[in-house]
């Protein structure tokens, strides 16, 4: 059976690239079309479009992300598979301009889960072992995914697996059997922390979508002075569909508060941060 690291950027599953080698290592990039967010690299951009075969403008994430996965490669030596589904762009006007949001998390599936999925069809023989990274302490959310498996070990999924009178073909099939080796080995935040000291791999301050909805306003906000650019975006994008990201409250307003005290990256942790839920 054939055995993928599901990568995401951040330290936890670097880890596990660098201490759990696999068959594959592979990473989904989330691509957005704002020129005002470009990856400021021309150079790193044009490797990232040899990677993933599309117009690479700019990731939603902090653009550290690209760095880390490249920094990867070398340190481990081994090449890490790029994929890419749609820009985040073209992904909500498909949804009719609805954004996505904690109710609606169609974001995960389309830009993170679907793009690994259907390169796993179209690329290994089915199914996988897929390494995931929860670590040591993340035992519920380990049991969560086992819970997805069926009677015969696997988790399923469908897949487009033809044509017919121009239309997908879809099938359901045997996907992949979720392995969590953070956990099996007890492998804690503070461990990985550790390891990364001194190590030539360069980490973005918050992994995921800079104005991820799952964040609470005073990380947004703190996003919003850190990536002022980036955060502009998912401003610009619920005043083009007239939605929200967070029920509650808007982007606009989150950007324009005023703080009584000044934020600092040491505030926040990743417990804050939200999560794709890979």
């Known amino acids: 059976m054939v055995t993928i690291n599901s ?12 201490k759990y080698p696999a068959d594959i290592d592979i990473f989904s990039l989330v691509r957005i079309e704002d020129e005002r967010c470009a990856f400021p690299d021309k150079k790193l951009r044009q ?5 993933i075969q599309q117009p690479f403008i700019g990731t939603i994430e902090q653009d550290d992300i690209i760095h880390t996965i490249f920094d990867l490669e070398q340190y481990t030596g081994r090449e890490i598979t790029w994929v890419s589904g749609p820009t985040f762009d073209s992904l909500i006007e498909t949804k009719k301009m609805y ?8 974001c995960t599936q389309e830009l993170k889960v679907k793009p690994i999925k259907q390169w796993c069809y179209d690329n290994t023989e089915m199914p996988v072992e897929m390494r995931i990274g929860f670590r040591a302490n993340e035992t519920t959310r380990a ?11 696997f988790e399923y999924e469908k897949f487009i697996v033809g044509k017919k009178n121009d239309r997908n073909v879809w099938a359901e099939l045997p996907y992949r059997i979720c392995k969590f080796p953070l956990i099996e080995d007890n492998i804690f935040k503070d461990n990985i922390e550790q390891y990364w000291i001194g190590k030539p791999v360069r980490f ?46 808007s982007y606009q307003r989150i950007k324009g508060y005023k703080m009584q005290f000044d934020l600092f990256d040491d505030d926040f942790n990743e417990c804050d941060s939200g999560y794709c839920g890979l």
């Open 204 to 249: 973005a301050y918050m992994n995921n979508c800079v104005g991820c909805f799952h964040r609470g306003e005073m990380l947004l906000k703190h996003m919003s002075i850190k990536e002022p650019t980036k955060f502009d975006w998912f401003v610009n994008k619920e005043k083009e569909t007239g939605k929200r990201f967070k029920k509650e409250t």
């Open 47 to 51: 490797m990232v479009e040899d990677r």
């Open 7 to 18: 990568l995401s950027g951040g330290k936890t599953s670097s880890y596990i690239a660098a």
């Open 143 to 153: 049991n969560n995914m086992i819970e997805r498996h069926r009677d015969d070990g």
């Open 99 to 106: 954004l996505p949001s904690v109710v609606q998390r169609y």
